[in-house]
């Protein structure tokens, strides 16, 4: 029996990776064999990869999307498709989604032609359901004000961050059969509340 791909995605300080582990955790609990994955990152070459394309020198918007895109490769490869195939469940921190997002529309490559140099590396592997998790900028900001400075991209800004929402808001319009927004406003149980829900009515 095949497993399930979920992905969670947001912008920096939508409370996503906390939402990735208390789900992985939630299905743990109803008995699914769950491999929980970041991105960038989830293998050695992959945490090289995170390594360089957050680390501090600056890059061009191309060679940041097509770094994204290799560590995916890696992941997809090593990770995410054998354990689909073990009939293990996948929750992923970010994926497709986030490059689309934050290449495709906050850095102006557009959607479809990040689109484009993902698919081979996806290789048909996509998630079942993904969450985005929706939160007002003023909110977000306040969470990333609270954690200090972590990565290039994160450290870029507000603009950055408003183009990036931007982003998450076209790509739910894209493809509404794969994607359920859920509201990130309330308390980490509210919030996880509404995340199983979107898992359970969305499978
Ligand atoms: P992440 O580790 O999720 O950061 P955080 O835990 O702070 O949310 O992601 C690192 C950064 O990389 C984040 O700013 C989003 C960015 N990113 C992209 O721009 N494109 C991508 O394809 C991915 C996967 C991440």
New binding site residues.
């Given amino acids: 029996m095949s497993g399930r791909f979920i992905s969670l995605e947001g912008v920096?300080g939508s409370g996503?990776?906390t939402q990735a582990s208390m789900l992985a955790d939630a299905l743990r609990d109803r008995g699914h064999e769950v491999v929980a994955v970041?991105?960038?990152g989830g293998t050695p070459l992959g945490e090289a990869i995170r390594d360089v394309?957050?680390g501090p020198d600056a890059m061009s918007p191309w060679a940041?999307a097509l770094l994204?895109a290799a560590a995916?490769a890696q992941l997809v490869a090593d990770v995410i498709r054998p354990a689909l195939e073990g009939g293990q469940w996948v929750v992923a921190?970010?994926?497709l989604d986030?490059?689309l997002a934050?290449?495709g529309t906050a850095r102006g490559l557009g959607i479809e032609r990040v689109a484009q140099v993902n698919a081979p590396a996806i290789d048909d592997c996509m998630p079942d359901l993904t969450i985005i998790i929706d939160i007002d900028p003023a909110s977000a900001a306040d969470r990333r004000a609270g954690r200090g400075s972590?990565?290039r991209?994160?450290d870029e800004g507000e603009a950055l961050q408003e183009a990036v929402a931007t982003g998450y808001r076209e790509v739910a319009r894209l493809f509404p059969e794969r994607i359920a927004l859920v509201s990130g406003a309330g308390s980490l149980d509210e919030v996880h509340t509404h995340v199983l829900a979107a898992v359970i009515g969305g499978l």
Avoid: A, C, G, M
């Fill in positions: 920096d996503k990776s970041r991105e960038p394309v957050l940041e994204f995916r921190d970010r994926f986030s490059s934050y290449q972590v990565d991209i994160e």
